[in-house]
């Protein structure tokens, strides 16, 4: 009977692992629906299927995400499924921390800290990939709001019911079908009777202007800029006669920009500053009920990512830090009576909702929190009823790793997600050299996971993350450094080269060597290539082989969106930089072939090849072809064998789905891969097929309502 038993046990064991690895790929297969499609509602019958396996990990992970997706929906099954995975799987720690947390963000009525309040939901799929305007005002009683409309505006300001669903355009655009006209958020006065609003006309010249209510009304300019700097309005003055804006400025026309708080007369445009801020980059900025008080959030000191919040006099002569911490300290609105500012703070961790008394300009005591795990939320203020209005976000945006077949150009599977569930905004990710690990810039919202080895990510922060593509370990190395650009490889895999933005912002930027054994950080060039210089260093950039070049595309700040451009290689020994490519317009990648023989750019719709000098410029994808009169192209990339280009083609329909399409080097009729999602972008080649991209938005917003918070702190006094 022994080896009977023997053959049972093992047919068992066989039988289990099969079904482990049948959740496993059903897992992945949803996640992609989820997050690469964007199709909620199959996603979910995904995830049923895998719930329903008996997998017990795998089932609890499919539980939280399916929860996510009825969350987005404004389903309140999200709360009984977060609900159940506390209950049933008390084993999987990880996941139900993560339950709990989001419990407690839809004001879980069994959290004595969030009591009372309750949250609804606005507005919310205005646009095509879910959002609605990420600037918007709502009316003081809360009923409507203003914002720029580019569905059925094209770029025109409207309002929308938020009762009725109904959108009026103003009609404000002296040429409606001129897309490079448009506007900024406008502001209503008090007495709704006027708006202010930031005017943007064809070319780089911008207004602002002031225009009545009523129907037909044509906009009177108070402020005219030629130079791409623009003045947006912040708030009105109790009697409507003067403006709170904020400017951005240049000195002689070139970047840095220095940000500058001032008011603006309604009578005749002169503006009178309050405060220039250069470093500080202001976030919410927000005049109190009396019009006696500004708050604003902004960066505590130069060189840190911790942010504080500010309170000085109306006219600039005083000023006070109301709120700071190691940390976050964001978004400031006040109080309907002006005795509170709320904000959001990740004092606690995870990022919470605050609020802290105030009198005379001054903190009264210690900030309060009033609710738990709000994430990142961005309020936008009360309205006349006591509600509090905010955006939520709700988009997601990963980086992910595919395998294409040499000979098709086919995936070979199914798109990986690369950053674990706890990241919400992760992108601009590069192979290793060996194509055994891949490293990516992350954006973290919750706790860090056990998982994640290294040091601790603080909500918020910017962290570099290299992954094990095998074992799916992470190591993350947090620092306070504003990247904007994918890590490169050191040729021995050993080491990453950083590329961050100097401060003050707008400063030029900086290359850093991140030692991956001992997590240190080393400074290696300053201000190479400085944005105060025509030629500025943007998009794509990638390491030669031997590590002491790198090729990035340049273009110029100061002329129009569309050029000129090119690709400079700076000497990393040296910091010589030189240019090896000019074009007639914008450069938006550029990618170096294997051998470190060619050059591949995208610029103005078209993809071209050239030796790594410069020389010998031919077009692979032209302007010309038939299909390329579809959509522009964007990102590049190599094959891993060198005999083909990968590009992005940009979807015809805005907000639609982006395609990875092929082109031999030595050119030919492009192919499509069959690879789509939306917001394809940063494509970056590896060995042995393999291809890492970023897909979706971390920006998606719905604009959701709080009730019930003035009462909490009513009680307080």
Request: include cysteine; aromatic fraction near 6%.
């Amino acid at each position: 009977m022994r080896p009977i038993l023997i053959a049972v046990v093992a047919t068992v064991l066989a039988t289990g692992a099969d079904k482990a690895q049948d959740a496993e790929r059903m897992l992945k297969a949803a996640m992609n629906t989820e997050l690469v499609d964007g199709n909620l509602k199959i996603a979910i019958e995904q995830y049923k299927k895998v719930a329903q396996s008996g997998v017990r990990p795998l089932a609890a992970q499919a539980l939280l995400h399916m929860a996510g997706c009825y969350q987005k929906l404004g389903d309140a099954e999200s709360s009984r499924l977060y609900e159940r995975i506390v209950r049933e799987f008390a084993d999987q720690r990880d996941i139900v921390t993560q339950a709990k947390a989001r419990l407690a963000s839809l004001s879980d009525p069994t959290s004595g800290k969030v009591a009372g309040i309750t949250a609804r939901q606005l507005w919310t799929g205005y646009y095509k990939n879910g959002s609605v305007p990420p600037d918007l005002a709502p009316s003081a009683d809360g009923r409507s709001v203003l914002f720029v409309d580019w569905n059925t505006g094209n770029g025109d300001l409207a309002t929308r019911d938020l009762v009725s669903g109904e959108v009026k355009v103003l009609g404000l655009k002296a040429s409606p079908a001129d897309s490079k006209e448009s506007f900024e958020l406008g502001l209503y006065s008090p007495d709704e009777k006027q708006l202010a609003l930031t005017h943007f006309h064809p070319g780089r010249s911008s207004t602002f202007d002031v225009v009545s209510a009523q129907p037909g009304a044509k906009p009177r300019v108070l402020i005219t800029r030629k130079d791409g700097t623009d003045v947006h309005p912040l708030a009105w003055s109790a009697d409507g006669k003067s403006i709170l804006t904020i400017t951005w400025e240049m000195a002689s026309g070139k970047p840095p920009l220095t940000s500058r708080i001032a008011w603006v007369s309604v009578a005749d445009g002169t503006m009178r500053t309050v405060k220039a801020l250069q470093w500080n980059e202001p976030g919410n900025i927000r005049l109190s009920p009396d019009g006696r008080y500004i708050a604003y959030d902004g960066l505590g000191r130069q060189g840190s990512s911790d942010r504080s919040i500010f309170i000085m006099a109306a006219d600039g002569s005083s000023e006070t830090t109301v709120a700071q911490s190691p940390g976050i300290n964001r978004s400031p609105v006040w109080t309907p009576d002006g005795r509170h500012l709320v904000f959001i703070s990740n004092r606690t961790r995870n990022f919470g909702l605050y609020a802290i008394a105030v009198q005379g300009g001054k903190a009264q005591g210690a900030p309060r929190l009033l609710k738990p795990n709000v994430g990142h939320i961005r309020l936008s203020g009360f309205v006349r009823s006591g509600a509090l209005y905010y955006l939520q976000p709700t988009g997601e945006q990963n980086v992910y790793r595919v395998e294409l077949d040499p000979a098709s150009g086919k995936p070979v599977d199914t798109a990986v997600p690369l950053g674990s569930t706890y990241a919400t905004d992760n992108s601009m990710s590069a192979l290793s050299p060996d194509g055994k690990r891949v490293a990516y810039l992350a954006t973290r919202e919750s706790s860090t996971p056990p998982s994640l080895e290294g040091v601790l990510v603080d909500p918020g922060t910017l962290a570099v993350v290299v992954k094990s593509v095998d074992s799916g370990i992470e190591k993350s190395y947090a620092n306070d450094l504003t990247m904007s650009w994918a890590p490169m490889w050191y040729p021995g895999g050993d080491a990453l080269l950083l590329t961050a933005r100097r401060q003050p912002a707008g400063g030029g930027q900086t290359f850093y060597k991140l030692d991956l054994d001992s997590g240190r950080i080393a400074r290696l060039l300053e201000n190479t290539v400085n944005w105060t210089q025509p030629g500025a260093a943007r998009g794509q950039r990638e390491m030669s082989a031997d590590g002491q070049k790198v090729y990035l595309s340049v273009n110029n700040w100061n002329e129009d969106l569309r050029g000129p451009g090119g690709v400079a290689v700076v000497n990393l020994a040296t910091g010589e930089t030189k240019r090896v490519y000019q074009a007639d317009g914008e450069v938006q990648a550029v990618s170096l072939s294997p051998d470190n023989r060619s050059l591949a750019v995208t610029t103005m719709g078209k993809v071209v090849v050239m030796n790594a000098d410069g020389s010998n410029l031919r077009t692979v994808v032209g302007e010309s072809r038939p299909e390329n009169n579809l959509a522009g192209v964007s990102g590049v990339a190599w094959s891993s064998d060198g005999r083909y280009i990968l590009f992005v083609r940009r979807s015809v329909d805005n907000g639609g789905p982006m395609s990875l399409w092929r082109v031999a080097a030595t050119g030919g009729e492009p192919s499509d891969t069959g690879i789509r999602a939306p917001g394809l972008r940063e494509i970056r080649g590896g060995p042995n097929g393999a291809l890492t991209y970023t897909a979706g938005f971390s920006w998606s917003m719905e604009l959701w309502a709080m009730d019930n918070l003035l009462p909490m702190l009513t009680a307080s006094r």
